[in-house]
């Protein structure tokens, strides 16, 4: 797994400068990160919803059953590390203009340590309830938009004021992006809890 992660919480200035001395690939960037770290919320999602439950806090929770747990969880999963791709590639098309502008690869990796503290706060689905799950992401938001205006300047090599504009786009997209990602998810997850309903009254 990434070595990364610790850094990126507690000193992101100083790991900004490691990751981007790095020059690492898309596809290692995948394999010891992304891949891992996108399991994190797919797997405490599954484990939520099919044990426990969705709950809006009150006694009454919405179930879904295991084959449709593991069907919704694998499109979560692709969604996710699609995400990652597109996020980096708008990274790329917003700094279109500058001469020192990164390939699209480097933007991609870059786009892929900003996601980490939005997949590190899905933890909390393992057990689902609505408010706290809402909580947790835009805790992960906010620190994701800490490290994109910490880190955009160093990665673009532009001044701070420059990338001040440039991570605001790339925010502004990136939680629209966000929302489409959560609304397809709530619709796959809806359907899944109709269907387990609907299978326990046929059963």
Do not use: D
């Not at 933890?123 to 909580?135: H, K, Q, T």
């Amino acid at each position: 797994m990434s070595n990364h992660i610790l850094g990126l919480i507690l000193h992101p200035g100083k790991e900004w400068q490691q990751i981007n001395s790095e020059h690492e690939t898309v596809s290692h960037l995948y394999m010891h990160h992304i891949l891992w770290l996108a399991a994190i919320p797919v797997v405490a999602s599954f484990i939520g919803t099919t044990q426990f439950g969705w709950t809006f806090g009150g006694e009454e929770s919405y179930k879904v059953s295991i084959e449709n747990g593991i069907a919704l969880g694998v499109a979560f999963y692709a969604l996710m590390l699609g995400a990652v791709w597109i996020v980096g590639s708008l990274i790329h098309w917003l700094a279109r203009k500058y001469p020192e502008r990164p390939p699209r690869s480097e933007c991609v990796v870059f786009a892929g340590y900003i996601a980490t503290p939005m997949f590190l706060s899905g933890v909390v689905a393992i057990y689902p309830i609505f408010w706290v799950c809402l909580l947790a992401l835009g805790a992960g938001v906010c620190y994701t938009a800490y490290l994109l205006y910490k880190g955009t300047p160093r990665f673009l090599g532009i001044s701070h004021e420059k990338g001040f504009i440039i991570s605001g786009m790339t925010l502004g997209w990136g939680i629209l992006l966000l929302e489409v990602l959560l609304t397809v998810v709530v619709m796959l997850w809806s359907m899944g809890s109709e269907h387990s309903i609907m299978w326990s009254v046929f059963k």
